[in-house]
């Protein structure tokens, strides 16, 4: 056993097996959390392992829930911004009964010692447990038990499996597909024989349901390099498993324009949106923007060129059938297919007018805008041309904000014109609109007096005045109001130096 002394656990988690342990319990932290510990890495979730039964676990613990599925007991820490310290989960030492379903366990037993229970986990790196013990105060001592070789594995940066690796997937195929993710995310390899036994045993994915597929293929989407991982999976045979439709686009060359076939640019576009750090909507959206190009293909008898036209169109409802089949939420479906939809809007900032830039806002939703524009510098850059230069940029990012800015109207109003009628008893005719044009006025001066309250006493004061007196008013105030909005709009191009 070995000293780390690097090594740092918050209070939140090294509590858990202090105090199973002051009640005479064995407890370790283990899995994905020591691994990350050991790596430098900061762990998604905190798992503690312990010889103690589930009941006897939550009698240690004020704020605990029972999840029954592997007598786990989650240890809730209260009032804790850090959303992986929310919820500690502890579960008994257990090895696992025959798998019938290729997934689960027909049986959990519980085990009765330590090295059994890291006997059943999947890889050497996962199956680490960190033994922690308060020397004083915050001086902890920390020491690991590894009867797998996990940490050297761990400085190699080697994908073992723990014991036989074919028997390993064979027991439980949602592995093959955790060797690609972590290999992913950690920037690992596969030791030769995993990755023989996975490519034997790849196709027992088939018995996986599509929920666990997609939250391995959204980690990898969301690792630092998300083409490696996709193309590692391709190389495995395992891609098939998770979008056999990328697999269409290998070898379908595009135009002069693009130097890359379809294939290898929607990895690209994937990989920049993984480098600026896009949240999961744009990295989906870029690695499927142009999957329908592969059907959409047609030669252009004149020219010879290479077309593919509605792409768009067509890609956007193969992307619903996608993501339904891997039972994304209606949220995030919602928006990768809006934005695959509409990705190939017309972009040339010399020639397109405001209202073209309007209509696209209320096609794609004006929330998602922002993100169509990003979706589209990853397929620039996908497509190997160099970046957009700034003015252009700077140049729609100004018109996107002036095509969705609320503009000055009396809509904004608490008060209407019907309102002023039956409150001033007037007839339809010019003055509603001298009157609603002198409150804006006032509203825009003092947004306070936006009240429904203040407007109708206002309206009836002007609509007291003589109609030349208020028309000189009105057309004051509508002027006002019209310089107003241009200066709004100067404004914004001001803001991004564009004229
Ligand atoms: P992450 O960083 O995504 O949390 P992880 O490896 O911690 O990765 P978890 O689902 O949190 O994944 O699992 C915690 C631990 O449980 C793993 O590190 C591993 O020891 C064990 N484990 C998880 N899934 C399996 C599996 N399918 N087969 C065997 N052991 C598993
Ligand atoms: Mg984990």
């Not at 804790?80 to 290729?102: A, F, H, M, N, W």
């Not at 972590?182 to 027992?204: N, P, Y």
């Not at 949220?331 to 509409?342: G, P, Q």
């Not at 002023?420 to 306070?448: Q, T």
Request: glycine share 6%; charged share 35%.
């Amino acid at each position: 056993m070995e000293k780390k002394p690097s090594i740092n656990i918050p209070e939140e988690v090294s509590r858990v097996p202090e105090e199973l342990k002051k009640a005479g319990f064995e407890a370790y932290l283990v899995g994905g959390c020591v691994r990350d510990v050991l790596s430098g890495r900061k762990p998604k979730d905190w798992d503690v392992t312990t010889n103690a039964q589930p009941e006897k676990i939550e009698r240690l613990f004020a704020n605990t829930f029972y999840e029954n599925d592997y007598g786990t007991v989650g240890i809730v820490n209260e009032d804790i911004s850090d959303e992986t310290l929310k919820v500690i989960e502890v579960t008994p030492y257990r090895i696992e009964g025959k798998y019938s379903d290729k997934r689960r366990p027909d049986t959990i037993t519980f085990a009765k010692t330590l090295e059994d229970d890291l006997k059943r986990r999947d890889f050497t790196i996962n199956a680490i447990a960190l033994s922690i013990e308060k020397i004083s105060g915050e001086t902890h001592k920390f020491s690991i038990i590894d009867p797998h070789g996990g940490s050297i594995d761990l400085t190699k940066g080697i994908i073992r499996a723990v014991g036989k690796a074919d028997e390993r997937f064979k027991e439980d195929a949602l592995r093959v597909l955790r060797a690609v993710r972590i290999a992913t995310e950690m920037k690992f390899v596969l030791d030769k024989d995993t990755e023989a036994a996975l490519i034997a045993d790849g196709d027992l994915l088939g018995h996986i349901s599509a929920e666990r597929i997609r939250d391995e293929f959204v980690k990898i989407l969301m690792s630092d390099m998300p083409a490696d991982g996709l193309r590692l999976a391709h190389k495995l045979g395992i891609l098939k498993y998770i979008l056999p439709e990328l697999e269409e686009g290998i070898g379908i060359e595009q135009n002069k324009a693009h130097a890359f076939d379809v294939w290898e640019h929607l990895l690209k576009t994937l990989q920049h949106s993984a480098d600026k750090k896009w949240p999961l909507h744009i990295r989906l959206a870029a690695i499927l923007h142009d999957i329908s190009k592969p059907e959409t293909r047609r030669k252009n008898p004149s020219t010879g060129e290479w077309t593919f036209y509605g792409h768009d169109v067509v890609g956007a409802r193969k992307v619903r059938v996608i993501l339904e089949r891997l039972k994304f939420s209606h949220e995030i479906i919602d928006k990768v297919t809006r934005l695959v939809r509409w990705h190939m809007f017309f972009s040339d900032t010399e020639t397109i007018t405001l209202s073209a830039v309007r209509r696209l806002a209320t096609n794609v939703g004006p929330e998602n805008v922002w993100d169509l524009m990003n979706v589209r510098m990853c397929d620039r850059i996908g497509t190997g041309r160099p970046k957009e230069s700034p003015y252009r940029l700077r140049k729609y990012q100004s018109m996107i904000e002036e095509a969705l800015r609320s503009p000055l109207t009396v809509g904004m109003l608490k008060i209407n014109g019907t309102d002023i009628m039956s409150i001033c008893e007037l007839k339809p005719g010019r003055e509603i609109g001298y009157i609603l044009h002198a409150l804006l006025e006032e509203v825009l001066e003092n947004p306070e007096l936006n009240t429904k309250e203040y407007l109708e006493n206002r309206a009836n004061m002007l609509a007291k005045l003589p109609i030349d007196e208020l028309k000189k008013i009105g057309e004051k105030a509508k002027l006002a109001r019209e310089e107003e909005d241009e200066k709004i709009v100067e404004e914004i191009r001001k803001k991004y130096w564009v004229k």
